[in-house]
């Protein structure tokens, strides 16, 4: 499995960005679909969440209402829709493939794939 994270960029506080994230190599709707974020100087945290089926969605609170993950399994790829950007989301945003339940969603260690990771920084 191979996973490609793509468009971060510089924007300004209260902007918007849609990260992207094509899947390669395995079969995407077997797995939930993750991203996580690393800011400077801090530990990489879970973003959100989406079900192979888009049935579930979960999210941190520092994002909850801002963000938005989908997926579209024909073209596997992940979406992260960012709105109401604050200076404190600047980070390297990394999507996820997980093949456990639903309920692992947030735990790191049950994802086994990962990109590389898409920085995206946001000015005051």
């Known amino acids: 499995v191979q996973l490609q994270a793509s468009g971060g960029g510089l924007v300004q506080a209260g902007g918007s960005l849609r990260l992207s994230c094509a899947f390669s190599?395995?079969?995407?709707?077997?797995?939930?679909m993750g991203w996580f974020r690393q800011a400077p100087g801090k530990e990489r945290e879970f973003v959100g969440g989406?079900?192979?089926?888009?049935?579930?969605?979960a999210y941190a609170d520092s994002v909850k209402g801002r963000f938005t993950i989908s997926r579209d399994n024909a073209k596997n790829t992940v979406y992260l829709q960012m709105n109401s950007l604050k200076p404190e989301d600047t980070a390297v945003y990394y999507c996820?493939?997980?093949?456990?339940?639903?309920?692992?969603?947030?735990?790191?260690?049950?994802?086994?794939?990962w990109g590389q990771g898409t920085l995206v920084t946001v000015s005051s």
């Open positions: 996820a493939a997980n093949p456990n339940l639903w309920r692992t969603y947030g735990r790191q260690s049950s994802y086994p794939y």
């Open positions: 989406i079900s192979w089926s888009s049935g579930n969605t």
């Open positions: 190599g395995g079969t995407f709707s077997s797995y939930l």
